[in-house]
């Protein structure tokens, strides 16, 4: 459910540059999928580098992974095709680029880059090679998550003190605040018309949402106080990693609880990133 064409679009994006600095702590990303033979649950990528952001589509895995530099380490996007069982890098470029999120407005994906200037801003890679990548605010940084809404909006998560949600629309209007001291996972659900993020408030951790239609932020439910990071399985219903097991929360029934995965066989340190997209999960084990 995790594509343009879908009701739920979520979005994990990087929130410093600091990786791009040093060496970053290593991550692996693991598939698990309902099928005939049961739950299924394989690695994806290797454990000897970072690999993390993971965006799960019907044909595919976009994902960030590390690579080594004369200059340092860096980071690329990359692609895992399962039809063909293959993974390709889809930037390929002397910068760090971080966060895949499908872009709606053209053929591509846009990304976080992190420039030669050391900026943090958002661009656009065409799936189209004949055609060069392009920024898309030069206003706008330093930039760390973004999601795309309905229409031309989009919602950004900029870095500060403390860090802010800031709203805004593809012609570069200046953007608007919402919400401060936020966590790093934005997304948009289309059927509800509204944006959902975690932020903290008086020492509680809330999930929340904002609509542009209403111009006004709604808390749900108060989530432990370590979770960042959770994906949409529909539109009423959101999953969340503690260590390494994964609960789930309905909007109807927001103080209950439920178990729904638990991957200690899997990862036996942290699940720090989820996507979730037609019935497959894909998730970030890092030490």
Known sequence: MINKVLKVLSISCFITALGAQASMPKSQIWLAKDSTEGFVVK?????????????????????????????????????????????????????????????????????????????????????????????????????????????KDVMMFILGTPHTLQFTDINGHLPKLVAKDIGRSLAYNRTADVYSFTYTENNTHWFATYSEQLKSVKKHFALPSKVRDYTWLDDNTIAYAVGNRIFKRNFAMPKKVVLWKDLQDYCSANITRLSYNHKALAFVCSE
Request: proline letters at 9%.
């Open 43 to 151: 690695p994806v990528t290797g454990s000897d580098a970072y690999h993390n952001q993971p965006l799960l589509t019907q044909q595919g895995l976009f994902y960030t992974k590390e690579l080594k530099s004369d200059s340092g380490p860096q980071t690329d996007l990359f692609f895992y095709n399962f039809a063909k069982d293959e993974h390709s890098n889809i930037t390929n470029t002397p910068v760090s680029e971080y966060s895949p999120t499908i872009y709606p407005h053209d053929d591509g994906v846009s990304a976080i880059v992190v420039e030669p200037s050391g900026k943090q801003k958002l661009w656009f890679y065409p799936n189209d090679k004949n055609v060069s990548p392009s920024r898309i605010f030069d206003h706008i940084e330093p930039v760390g998550y973004h999601v795309w809404g309905k229409n």
